[in-house]
């Protein structure tokens, strides 16, 4: 359904695409190729004192925390820093479209309502 779909998409708030992989984007592997947000290693250090790295660097990512998960994919970060930040048009039509609309904007409001439906 609906509500569903929206909800499942917000999934992007983790997420990166590379132009090796999907073609959308023309940010690839490695640090040199990334955004301002994915191209610094530092910005993939663990927080828990352990030794290494989360993922690897590079890749275009939807939103400026890409490895915190919370519901800022619906807050479209996205137009305020559109050189650095994915946004396709599958997901445009999910804030514009009159049905999934309700669900998107409800999310950027309520973080907990799209935890529970996710």
Request: proline letters at 3%.
């Amino acid at each position: 359904n609906d509500r569903e779909i929206v909800a499942l998409s917000g999934a992007h708030t983790i997420g990166r695409a590379f132009k090796e992989r999907s073609g959308v984007t023309s940010f690839g592997y490695g640090a040199k190729n990334g955004t301002k947000y994915t191209g610094c290693p530092f910005m993939n250090a663990r927080k828990d004192g352990a030794e290494g790295e989360i993922g690897m660097p590079g890749g275009a990512s939807w939103t400026r925390q890409w490895l915190k998960f919370d519901n800022s994919y619906f807050n479209r970060e996205y137009i305020t820093d559109n050189a650095h930040l994915l946004w396709l048009s599958t997901d445009a039509a999910l804030h514009t479209d009159p049905e999934f609309s309700p669900h998107f904007k409800r999310y950027a409001l309520d973080c907990n309502a799209f935890f529970y439906d996710f």
